[in-house]
């Protein structure tokens, strides 16, 4: 019998795919018996974790001061980490929901891991602008609610929509990912070795059995929620570019900057994807279940979303130079490539437009020490965009008279680590405890697969 086409299935050969049983130890096996790698990373990032969370208490205390903000940079590490953050999420969102709806069945393997990702970068993304507010208890300030001072938000500024919008992407995401896990907590508790695992992933599942009559409610709310998820992924950062594109400082006043920031969130959250795909797959013995078309496909998103991310510079710098704004011109064709920060903004470009051209090859599509690799570069490079956009335009605005350079101290840099080991603290806790592949997705593509060798197999 001819093995069908890696696009279709999650296991090399045919014969290779083990019965249900066997696959859901296979599957949830890992999250009994971590690695040995797992308990040092967890305390190294649960260190860095804390470091953050000291950077947090100390800002609190002392007040935003005692970040390298001035004036005129008003906004630097604070909100370069939230756009980087939100921007990371969205590459979960457009492989579990967007894909989904397109039927392509080879995101079964990594969607939730994706869906992990946007989880808990959003957790990151939502605390650097509370903490920008340089007052944060008074958050519910920019909610709408029937205040008796009758003071209510300003609705024509996008800053309250930021609110809105974050709190209903990470509602759905959240629920989303919850949904999908349901079958996957009731497997995991019915194969659990203790009494004690079994009564927690019991009580997560919701008594979940498995029955028809469950799996077609499970269907369609899965698919209502894909279809939610779906326009969050655009909304979402469109409306967080809005709190530059409607000023009036140079380098920010750009109607290309909704589809431009949307690009460059897939791109840097597909990078980050590669980044903590390639290790689980190593490490937990995976290579037959997140396969070489996986990362073939991953890598061939991320050439998409980086020729488009490099329409979006070229754009960008035609529309500076076509409008005939002297100021306009300035910031985007002489200080951004050639002033104090003109490093940083060629690292950038070279970081994000020429890395993905490796993947025209198809070689280095499933070589995973390049992926790997590229997805640091990138990662990194999508970072000094955020901040090349945000402190490289606001050191150098209408006068030169203001003109003052931003500097971070060493709590933005506590903030920036610290936030990225809470993300690996928070990952590597879902990857002992939560099963993080769909073993309902995996066996339903398994059948199809069979199901496909059987009906080619008859004619």
Known sequence: MAAPPDALQPYPVVGALPDDGSLTRDLLGPNWSASRAWWPLFIVSGAFAVLFIVAIAFTVVKGIGVWGNNIPVAWAYGI??????????????????????????????????????????????????LLHLGRPWFFYWLVPYPATTGVWPNFK??????????????TVSLLFWYLGLIPDLAAARDAAPGLRRRRVYGVFALGWRGRAREWQHYRVAYMLFAGLATPLVISVHS????????????????TIFPPYFVVGAIYSGLAMLLMLVLPVRRIFHLEEVITRRHLDNIAKLILLCGCLLAYSYVCE????????????????????????YGVLFW???????????????ARMRTNTIVLFVAGVIIWVGMWLERFVIIAGSL????????????????????????????FVFLFLAFLRWVPFVSVAEVKRLRLDVQRGVAERSAT
């Open 80 to 129: 370069t980490d939230f756009v980087w953050w939100i921007g990371i999420g969205h590459a979960g969102t457009f492989i579990s929901a967007f894909l989904l709806l397109l039927n392509q069945r080879w995101r079964a393997s990594i969607n939730r891991l994706a869906e992990a990702m946007t989880i808990f970068a959003l957790v990151n993304a939502s605390l650097f602008p």
């Open 239 to 254: 409306i967080v570019s809005l709190d530059f594109s409607i000023t009036q400082l140079p380098g920010w006043h750009s």
């Open 317 to 340: 710098m035609f529309g500076a130079w076509y409008s005939g704004n002297v100021y306009e011109r300035f910031a985007m064709l002489i200080s951004r490539p050639f002033g104090p």
């Open 395 to 422: 050191s150098q605005t209408f006068l030169p008279s203001s003109w003052h350079l931003f500097i971070p101290t060493w709590v933005d840099w506590s903030l920036l680590v610290g936030s990225v080991g809470l």
């Open 347 to 361: 690292i950038m470009t070279a970081a994000n437009v020429l890395t993905p051209h490796l993947f025209w090859s």
């Open 157 to 170: 500024s996008s800053l309250p929509w930021d609110v809105a919008a974050i709190a209903t992407y990470f």
